[in-house]
């Protein structure tokens, strides 16, 4: 596996500001890495199949506190899918991309929807589903996605919110930041948390290479 991009702002050792990480997953071609570079630069960005991952590091304010969110953006293609579970420790929220507009592969999606929400590691843990690419004519709507993943039934036991959004023009994208700023469960000792991102990537291959 390589490392697609890693554009971080290293976390200060010893500050109080919460680091939380922010797991984005989907099937491949849902529109990830694009959300992830709207969500940086507030810009349409040209995108490649991500083989392996992409992290960026997102600054926001929750309760008028600063808060800084890491962004894993894994790769959603068949062989990639197999090394998601060595993505989930740590995990404060996930956030899963949906290509609204491709209806030939929902039920693929919601397997793997629900095969992450099965996982131990992220048991509780705020789940905020993205309806992307709403501006394609025919996209499913907020309502027909709820009733097609049956979210009410597989998130029983944790948060959840569907946002319809487009990460092409930004339609919906800063409301979906805010409601994974609200959501993510902030870790209780803050300073136990892995702030550094490169110990996670060394973690993430050892476990691959296992
Ligand atoms: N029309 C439209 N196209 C989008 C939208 N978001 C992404 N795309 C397009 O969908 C294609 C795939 O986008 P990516 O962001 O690379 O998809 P990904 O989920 O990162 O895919 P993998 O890296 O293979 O897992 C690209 O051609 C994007 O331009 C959207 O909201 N609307
Ligand atoms: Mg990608």
Known sequence: MSVASVHV???QRGSTQPEVRVL?????NAGKSTL???????????????????????????????????LWDVGG????REHWPSFHADT???VFVVDSSDRGRLNEARRELENTLRSEQ????????????QDVCGALTVTELKDKFNLRKICFDRDWFVQPCSASTGFGVEEAFGRIVQMVKLPRDTTAMKDNVKE??????ATIRR
């Open 77 to 80: 293609q068949g062989k990639m």
């Open 200 to 205: 996670t990537v060394q973690y993430i291959r």
């Open 24 to 28: 984005i997953l989907g099937l491949d």
């Open 122 to 133: 992220l048991r509780e843990r705020p789940l905020v589903l993205l309806a992307n690419k």
């Open 36 to 70: 992830l570079y709207r969500l940086k630069h507030r810009a349409s960005a040209c995108t490649v199949p991500t083989i392996g991952f992409n992290v960026e590091m997102l600054e926001a304010r929750r309760n008028r506190k600063p808060i800084a969110l890491t």
């Open 9 to 11: 702002v290293m976390g």
């Open 92 to 94: 404060a929220a996930v």
